[in-house]
């Protein structure tokens, strides 16, 4: 039985116009998301993950940003071309956002339930009293303790761990369909950090929402995550289910993020690294953009952009010639130059 999609971004294009030329931060993702599944995002730093975030609610800073091209479709309703007044009724509605640092996306100096108990009077209507008693439910839902005493605090009279809650508590306020936490889990140490995933896991379980995770750390996607894309570039290099990935990745660049891991079942002198350096956003290769740093490159890759492929099924997705016909006959040609 297929699964229902409930998020759809297609050829994503978002570009920033500076006085150096054109930054492609984000040139040409795409993924899907389906109900109920937590899709993680991940790549290392610059690869476009938070620009592809902020690009699902349209919270590019325009200008220098604006998104160019592609579809970015929440059942089946294209946000990209939205008009302000529906736009406001989607975000917070139907997909919500926890940002990468609640100090700087909670106002200093309001009290955390007042803030909660706006974003409920804003989108549901409901009375200043019964928005700051659901307000304090949150609070409580999402672990805080004394939430009643909490809610009339401000961000700074809360510790880190508390603070993210508060911003959970504050995406979840109208129990949207499409939650993206944008590294969520960063600033926290590591045993809020595993509270803070688990309480995200169990109110996923109660709300029924789907999960867009955003992050540079693999542990965690193994922790959390149904389906993996992985950004290079920005572009999606890999696409696929989160256990076939970390058993067997297929892109270059997925093998040497696994590889660069520190395994402790294994004696390491050494931390494996990829050679080279990410291209610049402003001046990519014509070919693969992987392709200066992968130990298979060949002509092709070098020549040609590689396009995003199904494999052997429709959720394995992957950037990279090897997995095409064209490679094949390139090995064949080679086996009948060196036999």
Known sequence: MSKEVVLQVKNLKTHFTTSKGTAKAVDGV??????????????????????TSLSLLRLIPSPPGKIVEGEILLNNKDIVHMKEEELRKVRGNQISMIFQEPMTSLNPIIPVGEQIAET????????????????V??????????????????????????????????ALA??????????????????????ILELMKDLQKQIGMSIIFITHDLGVVSEVCDQVAVMYAGQVVEHRNAKDLFKT????????????????????????????????????????????RCPHAREICRAEAPV?????DSETKVRCFMYTEKWEAIEEKEELVCP
Not at 145 to 164: C, D, N, V
Not at 180 to 190: C, F, G, H, Q, R
Request: hydrophobic letters at 35%; one cysteine or more.
């Open 137 to 170: 439910d949150l609070l409580e839902m999402v672990g805080l303790p004394s939430p009643e005493k909490r809610a009339k605090q401000e961000p700074f009279q809360l510790s880190g761990g508390m603070r993210q809650r508060v911003m959970i508590a504050m």
């Open 30 to 51: 795409d993924f899907t998301l389906h109900k109920g599944e937590t899709l993680g995002i991940v790549g290392e730093s610059g690869c476009g993950k938070s620009i």
């Open 174 to 195: 109208c129990t949207p369909e499409v939650l993206i936490a944008d590294e969520p889990t960063t600033a926290l140490d590591v045993t809020i950090q595993a509270q």
């Open 308 to 312: 995003l492929l199904e494999t052997t």
């Open 249 to 292: 990745p297929l892109h270059p660049y997925t093998q040497g993020l696994l590889s660069s891991l520190p395994n402790i079942h294994e004696n390491q002198q050494e931390l494996q690294t990829i050679e080279g350096s990410v291209p610049s956003p402003y001046d990519y290769p014509v070919g693969c953009r992987f392709a200066d």
């Open 120 to 135: 409920i009077r804003l989108h549901q209507r409901l009375p200043r009293k019964q928005a700051w008693q659901k307000a």
